[in-house]
């Protein structure tokens, strides 16, 4: 025997053995997860309070993990849109009349075939509506794809099963159909039917789940199944019950039904397979009496056998306990190995923290003392702003006439519209939850920040401009590039809630800090006469924090400093605007989102949104181009007619407008005397008109930038003219 021989003898004997290896190890992932049972209950409208009345799912919880989920859905929430974002990974449109489902038989097989040209299936659930929830969710804001995690499941030969129903008297209520059907409106297996409810006048509507028979239900299909949904559904008609109960009564039924549905689950967890069972207890919509006061992320609780206090952590969310209901379907198809490009949310991890249920509620509290007290907070702030700007705005017209006092107070109170935002940034530090404090800390804080650069500033105005905007711009960028840890929790950030933004810098304190950086660069060059290039730099700066995934991660707001920041520095540099340079402007706001999208892809761990859009453009087409757009101009339309930043934006407009003209002369002797900063409030107009066209709450950063226009500006002529009295 040769050496070639020898050679090609042991290379085949080598490549047999790593295939057997390669195959076994494949062998072995497939038989794991083909063993996987994933058993989700619902317990839809209840809330962390009523886990206290559940001892056994407390001692899951214990071992388990635990995190507040966010139940936004497309457009308006419901509901049915919530079960069905569940189920699909993106937020979805649903309603009641296409979230019936019906089991299989002679009479629902011709009406489906007749509806959709498919054979009917041999047995299981149907959904008969199908193709009106596939046009609802073409024609909804995030093009869901109905039925996605089934038809994953289905398609690699796993299966679904449906249990339980929340039907009160002639109405039928299966929404839990749409977490587990594929794209046909199919669910293999299961059973909703009326023998799942006995009558019991003492309960709502009379009737009650029998969870004997529920249970029994459950063991045949876990036998089966691989994915298995119980509706325990008795929270769901008590709900639609209460307007005919007192409260006491109410609270009593409440108290029974848990206490039910705890023991249900006590003895579903004993017949599972501690090695390969995965039971997620997810509860799709809160209850009316939470929603009322705000309190409208649910209980979601993953259990796996595990011993440990735990909370879900999401890269949806990047927070700590707090997940996205559009998490729940990748996460149930990770278990088996599998993913979808038709989804939009995330894996859920598990991160270890001590007393996890008391953390979770801490959490809780924060975020919605921070979603009751936003608007009202907010709203008082914008009234201010609007306020003082006309107060300030009448002074300069009827100079002269006033008393001197006046303008002294009013120049306080323009540098008080400067300060605020800072103020509503440091605010989260004192963890106050009572709104009446609230609204004495800030006035306190703002009043003492006033008075310390007041003091600081040698009576030059210019210093105090500077002051003022050198401490939000730094407090803000510090914060960005730390965690924003104070831009999560400040009634100016974002929130959790309402499910627009968790992470990165939202869009008011982007408007916020363009309009800001504006400012403190041209009035350092006012003041100090600094290099033209100094700003130039600050901006590149700032434009990439705004812009980087793990920092600022905001694309529209990237879009706006870019292009805002370049006609700032095309100006200091004496160039003229013409049509050329306005298209690379244009060119160089695509190319920084597009150096943004590369590195969210390919560079940093925690991808972003950006990302996640790239993704579905790749996967599903231009399609979701459009949907983006569309999205953001509903938006933008919706909030023009009900926010008071609207307000805010049009009295800026307004008083700008009358100082142009009136008292003649001043716009201009106001823009020569402080040239360089003149040059920063055209970059803020700029940045108004860019970021109202590019954002989908673009009044939101016109109306947050605009601000740094009209008061520097009528802090400067008020200054000015209580000199001269």
């Not at 038989?31 to 619902?42: E, H, K, T």
């Not at 009558?199 to 089966?224: Q, V, W």
């Not at 008590?238 to 409440?254: A, S, T, V, W």
């Not at 905007?469 to 831009?487: A, E, K, P, W, Y």
Request: hydrophobic share 45%; charged share 20%.
């Amino acid at each position: 025997m040769n050496i070639k021989t020898k050679c090609l003898i042991l290379t085949l004997v080598l490549v047999i053995t790593m295939a057997t290896d390669i195959s076994h190890g494949l062998r072995t992932q497939l038989s794991d997860s083909d063993n996987v049972r994933v058993v989700m209950v619902v317990i839809s409208r209840i809330d962390l309070d009523d886990l206290e009345k559940m001892p056994y799912v407390r001692e899951l919880i214990d071992k388990g993990s635990i995190a507040l989920m966010n139940t936004r859905a497309s457009g308006k929430n419901s509901e049915f849109k919530s079960y069905a974002t569940i189920g699909w990974g993106t937020r979805a449109e649903a309603s009641h009349a296409t979230s019936f489902f019906h089991g299989i038989d002679d009479k629902t097989g011709p009406i489906y075939e007749r509806r959709t040209g498919k054979k009917m299936f041999e047995n299981g659930i149907i959904n008969l509506d199908i193709n009106k929830l596939v046009v609802q969710n073409l024609n909804g804001e995030y093009g869901a794809m109905p039925g996605i995690l089934g038809q994953v499941l289905s398609e690699n030969g796993y299966k679904t099963a449906l249990i339980g129903n929340g039907d009160v008297e002639d109405v039928r209520l299966t929404p839990a159909g749409l977490i587990a059907m594929d794209l046909d409106g199919h669910i293999h297996s299961g059973d909703i039917s009326d023998k799942l409810i006995k009558k019991d006048s003492t309960r709502p509507f009379g009737l009650k789940t029998d969870y004997k028979l529920l249970l029994d239900k459950f063991k045949e299909e876990y036998l089966s199944s691989n994915l298995i949904v119980i509706e325990t559904g008795d929270t769901i008609r008590l709900e639609r019950y209460k307007e005919n109960l007192r409260p006491e009564i109410y609270e009593k039924h409440r108290i029974s039904i848990l206490n039910e549905i705890d023991d249900f689950i006590r003895n579903v967890v004993e017949n599972l397979d501690k090695k390969d069972a995965k039971l997620i207890i997810v509860t799709p919509y809160p209850s009316d009496k939470a929603a009322s006061r705000g309190d409208r992320l649910t209980p979601f609780i993953i259990y796996e056998g595990n011993d440990g206090e735990q909370v879900l952590y999401s890269k949806t969310t990047r927070r700590n306990g707090i997940v996205g209901n559009v998490d729940v379907a990748p996460t149930v198809l990770s278990y088996f190995n599998l993913t979808s490009d038709k989804m939009t949310g995330r894996v859920l991890q598990s991160v270890p923290q001590q007393n996890n249920l008391n953390y979770i509620r801490s959490l809780n509290r924060r975020v919605v003392n921070t979603s009751t007290q936003r608007y009202r907070v907010l709203y008082s702030f914008a009234v201010y702003q609007i306020i003082i700007s006309v107060l300030a705005l009448i002074l300069i017209i009827f100079k002269n006439r006033l008393p001197v006092n006046w303008y002294k107070y009013i120049s306080l109170a323009l540098v008080g519209n400067m300060v605020v935002p800072f103020v509503l940034l440091l605010m989260p530090l004192f963890g106050v939850t009572n709104i009446v404090i609230t609204y004495l800390l800030l006035l306190t804080i703002t009043s003492i920040v006033i008075l310390v650069i007041y003091s600081i500033s040698e009576g030059n105005p210019l210093n105090v401009i500077l002051y003022t905007m050198s401490l939000l711009v730094l407090g803000l960028l510090f914060d960005i590039v730390s965690g924003q840890n104070l831009i999560k929790n400040s009634l100016l950030g974002y929130d959790p809630i309402i499910g627009a933004r968790y992470y990165g810098i939202g869009n008011e304190y982007m408007g916020v800090l363009v309009g800001a950086v504006l400012v403190l660069t041209t009035v350092l060059m006012e003041r100090y006469h600094i290099n033209k290039y100094v700003p130039i730099m600050i901006y590149g700066l700032v434009a990439v924090i705004v812009g980087f995934p793990s920092f600022g991660a905001n694309v529209g707001g990237t879009i706006t400093a870019v292009i805002a920041f370049l006609f700032v520095s095309v100006r200091l540099l004496e160039k003229k605007i013409n049509f050329k340079r306005l298209v690379y402007m244009g060119l160089a706001a695509i190319f920084a989102v597009g150096s943004m999208a590369l590195i969210d892809l390919f560079v940093v761990k925690n991808k972003s949104h950006l990302a996640g859009a790239i993704n579905q453009i790749i996967s599903n087409g231009p399609v979701i181009i459009y949907q983006i757009i569309a999205r953001k101009v509903a938006m933008n339309l919706r909030l023009m007619g009900v926010t008071i930043w609207s307000k805010v934006l049009l009295s800026a407009v307004v008083v700008l407008s009358i100082l142009f003209y009136k008292p003649i002369g001043w716009f201009r002797k106001i823009s020569i005397k402080y040239p360089k900063l003149a040059l920063g409030w055209s970059g803020i107009i700029v940045a108004c008109i860019i970021g109202f066209a590019v954002n989908d709450s673009g009044t939101v950063v016109a109306a947050a930038s605009v601000i740094f226009l009209t008061s520097t500006m009528l802090y400067l002529i008020i200054e000015d003219l209580g000199r001269k009295q």
